[in-house]
């Protein structure tokens, strides 16, 4: 009786170390932003051999180390990036993001702080053995992605810039490799800017009192609501004159021209929806601009895919 008894226990123990190990995994991935990272690879594979490299073969861009190389560094950054800042934010998402939160739980501090480190270090590394040039750009990157975090983040309107900026730079770096300067490029840059830039506002607009209590000083909370969403519709307004010349000057065509011509209609509902002022009309709008971006990556794929055909 006694050893079904030890039989069953060790098993149960099993069990709960199996668990508490898989809860440490995904803890970890949810710490380091992995899905993120996952996003912003493909993207970056789309934009770079769709957008800034369209004279290459795929045999030839397959086979581009070099490419490769930077690629990878970027998402071994990014991943130490999302360390570094749940590290800042951790009392913060105790409120804001309780359930993600608790799962990090799973892991003692000091451990993010180890992978914070190794990542870095492995990125630089990779990054030496490409070229000088591409260490310095990665250690700018680094630098900035610690600074926003430690400091950056607490500063009105620096803050949604820099988030802004650091999450379009490895794009702007993939542009300046391939010396892809065009008007279609730098129109396309500026409207994911700016709606980058919105959503990043009405993200704050969701946390403005949890933003208060941190020291976190954030346009919704210096300006307060009503100015914050006349900030907002005046951005999506800009953005949609920037689609309209993308459309009728830049002779775009394909899926992209489907996109920001139906790109038009959503920032229409997004604003009718900030003009309805509530906390749920502000949730559907940050996650329809989110899926929208994510819309017009897979409309490059397609258009790229078309166009070499």
């Known amino acids: 009786m006694n050893s079904e008894k030890e039989t069953f226990q060790s098993k149960n123990d099993v069990s709960k170390s199996l668990f508490y190990r898989f809860s440490q995994f995904v803890g970890f991935l949810i710490g380091a932003r992995f899905f993120v990272a996952v996003l912003l690879t493909f993207a970056l594979y789309v934009s770079t051999f769709f957008l800034f490299n369209q004279d290459e073969t795929f045999r030839k861009f397959v086979f581009d180390f070099k490419v490769h190389g930077i690629i990878f560094c970027t998402v071994i950054t990014i ?30 501090q000091k451990y993010f702080l180890y992978a914070y480190l190794a990542l870095t270090l492995i990125s630089l590394g990779v990054a030496w053995m490409i070229s000088h040039k591409v260490f310095v750009f990665f250690l700018v990157y680094q630098f900035f992605m610690w600074f926003y975090s430690h400091k950056l983040s607490r500063i009105l309107i620096i803050n949604n810039l820099t988030f802004v900026s650091l999450t379009l730079y490895p794009f702007f770096g993939m542009m300046v490799y391939y010396e892809t300067f065009s008007r279609k490029v730098m129109l396309m840059a500026i409207f994911l800017f700016l709606i980058l830039l919105c959503i990043d506002i009405v993200k704050d607009m969701l946390t403005k009192s949890v933003d208060k209590a941190f020291g976190y000083t954030t346009i919704p909370n210096y300006f307060k609501n009503k100015n914050t969403q006349v900030i907002i519709i005046s951005l999506l307004v800009i953005t949609m004159a920037v689609s309209m010349k993308l459309i009728t000057k830049t002779g775009i065509s394909g899926f992209m021209a489907y996109y920001f011509a139906g790109g038009l209609f959503v920032l229409i509902l997004c604003i009718y929806l900030l003009l309805n002022a509530s906390r749920r009309s502000k949730f559907f709008t940050l996650n329809i601009l989110r899926f929208w971006v994510f819309v017009g990556i897979i409309a490059m794929l397609l258009n790229g895919i078309e166009s070499k055909l």
């Not at 991943?79 to 003692?108: C, M």
């Open 79 to 108: 991943l130490a990036g999302g360390i570094i800042n749940q590290f800042y934010d951790l009392e913060k998402d105790h409120i804001v993001k309780p359930f993600r939160t608790r799962i990090q739980s799973f892991i003692k």
